[in-house]
């Protein structure tokens, strides 16, 4: 007869006793029982020593390398206190603000565990992929805007962000109240003033960035221009292309905005500059070994200059400076190039395709005309030499030079 869990106790005294009082030999109460044979010893040798006969506790009686509750704790208020970063983020954070001792990465995360502090979610691995980056900070960088989000005062917050490409250093991180061109180059005024300027800025294609090609440049790309920046799009429908800038806000929802929505934009500002330093400073990143951006990011050396010199461009060139209505006439054939160009002067210069004319503005092809079929080919900005979509960043045109 099997251990019956209601009666296990009652069935186990009455087994040691009857072997005690030698009703049967041990082997043949062990068959009547439906023990083995060392179980029945193990709980006659119990009995005889004036022992229990409950269930013991299988913790081992030493565990040299548990951690002590203090660390245990320490763990769990990086936890509380950052509820969406895994354990070796946590190992790693807390090892940065001088912590030692600390457990290897498992056990950090069977604390998590054992304390519910991982969803299943959270217990998916991510899957490894292979990342590109630029050799150097300041190469590029991307922005883009952060879906909108209502605020507790029922008004709506834009996000805005900008991340260098190599480094992931946040430089950007702004409350908007909308996602109008004012408000952008004021907060890129602000950190071309701080950190300088890259030599390229990548953008989706939604305003304040682009626009479609039958509407030509923006304000704001004709700006970058001016700077000396080359602004550069994802493909459509592509926001992979932007990983890097997706990334940091997608981790700003998970990390801030799942577990606190700002009542207002001066609210929501405030969040967002408590976010960019912990991003920055103190969040380990999977992409740089588990260091910071921090300590990946150097300022440009390519100074901001709030007013440009004007541009000089070669005998060779022919001027042409565009209509308000943003039309370029040329060979008596209007072509439209982009109203942001209205009163601004470009410079035109044959193309290495015969029957083609090549677009200039300052150091960067700006368009292309066939004369042949009267109309502009190409509207889409190269710089003149070492752009980085072209073969080794070949120059596409002789070059031209500015005072």
Sequence with gaps: MPWKVETVDKIRKEFTQRVLCQD?????????????????????????KGETLDDRSRKPFHTPNRISKETEDLIIA???????????????????????????????????????????????????????????????????????YAMGNGQRCHPLSVIDDHSRFCLCADAKPNEQREGVVESFKRIFEEYGMPQILLCDNGNPWGTSQSAGY??????????????????????QTQG???????????????????????????????????????????ALDLDVPAQHYTSSNRKYIQKPADWAYG?????????????????GQGYFLSEAFG??????????KDGFMNLFYRQFRIGRID???????????????????????????????GT
């Design 24 to 48: 049967k030999n041990t082997a043949a109460l062990c068959r009547e029982y439906g023990i083995s044979r060392p179980t029945g010893y193990k709980w006659l040798k119990r009995c005889q």
């Design 78 to 148: 990086a936890r509380k206190k950052e509820p969406a970063i895994g354990a070796t983020k946590i190992k790693r954070m807390l090892k940065n603000a001088g912590n030692t001792g600390l457990p290897c990465m498992s056990t950090v995360n069977a604390v998590l565990k054992r304390n519910n502090l991982i969803t299943p979610e959270a217990s998916q691995a991510a899957t490894p992929y292979q990342r590109f980056e630029k050799a150097e900070p300041n190469i590029m960088w991307q922005t883009d805007f952060k879906g909108h």
């Design 315 to 331: 005998a060779e060139y022919e001027l042409r400076k565009i209509k308000k209505s943003g039309f370029l006439a040329y060979g």
């Design 218 to 239: 923006t304000l704001f790309e004709l700006w970058l221009m001016e700077l000396g920046v080359l602004p550069i799009h994802i493909r459509f429908k592509h926001p």
């Design 343 to 352: 009163g601004k002067t470009i410079a035109i210069k044959p193309s290495s």
């Design 371 to 401: 004369l042949k079929e009267r109309a502009l080919v190409s509207r889409k900005c190269y710089l003149t030499e070492g752009d980085p979509r072209t073969s080794e960043g070949k120059s596409i045109v002789p070059s031209i030079s």
């Design 244 to 286: 890097k800038d997706e990334r940091f806000n997608r981790s700003f929802k998970d990390e801030r905005l799942r577990f606190y929505i700002p009542f207002d934009l001066q609210d929501a500002d405030r969040q967002r500059v408590e976010y960019r330093s912990f991003y920055n400073n103190e969040r380990p990143h999977f």
